[in-house]
C-alpha cells in the first residue's frame, strides 16, 4: 500500500496550492481518503476527507469555504485545492486511508498514510 503526496511548497498569505495523493496497492473504491495537517506542537488535524464511492465530502469548520477536496477515480488520485492560505494553515499535510469510515476527520481509524508534504503560508 502507497500514498504518495506531493504538490507542498511556500506561499504568501491570500495564495493557493494544489495537493495531490496518488494511491496503489489497495482497492481504492469504497474508502474514505481524507488530508491532515500537523502544525510543530500541534496535535494532527483533520482538514478535508471524502468517500471514494458516493463522493460525499466533508471539511474542518477551519477550512470551510476555502479549501475543496476533489477525487479522480481512474487515477486513484485525491486532490485538494487550498486557496485563500493563511498563516495559521502551516503545517505537514498528510493523505490517509481507511476502509470504514465512521468518522471522517478523525485521524485514529486510518490506517494508511502518506509520508507527508509541507505547506509554509507566510504573512
Known amino acids: 500500500v502507497q500514498l504518495v503526496e506531493s504538490g507542498g511548497g511556500s506561499v504568501q498569505a491570500g495564495g493557493s496550492l494544489r495537493l495531490s495523493c496518488a494511491a496503489s496497492?489497495?482497492?481504492?473504491?469504497?474508502?474514505?481518503m481524507g488530508w491532515f495537517r500537523q502544525a510543530p506542537g500541534n496535535e494532527r488535524e483533520g482538514v478535508a476527507a471524502?468517500?471514494?464511492?458516493?463522493?460525499?465530502?466533508y471539511y474542518a469548520v477551519s477550512v470551510k469555504g476555502r479549501f475543496t477536496i476533489s477525487q479522480d477515480n481512474a487515477k486513484n488520485t485525491v486532490y485538494l485545492q487550498m486557496n485563500s492560505l493563511k498563516p495559521d494553515d502551516t503545517g505537514m499535510y498528510y493523505c490517509?486511508?481507511?476502509?470504514?469510515?465512521?468518522?471522517?476527520?478523525?485521524?485514529?481509524?486510518?490506517?494508511?498514510w502518506g509520508q507527508g508534504t509541507q505547506v509554509t503560508v507566510s504573512s
Open positions: 490517509a486511508a481507511v476502509s470504514i469510515c465512521f468518522s471522517p476527520l478523525s485521524s485514529s481509524p486510518y490506517n494508511y
Open positions: 496497492g489497495f482497492t481504492y473504491s469504497n474508502r474514505c
Open positions: 471524502i468517500r471514494t464511492g458516493s463522493g460525499t465530502t
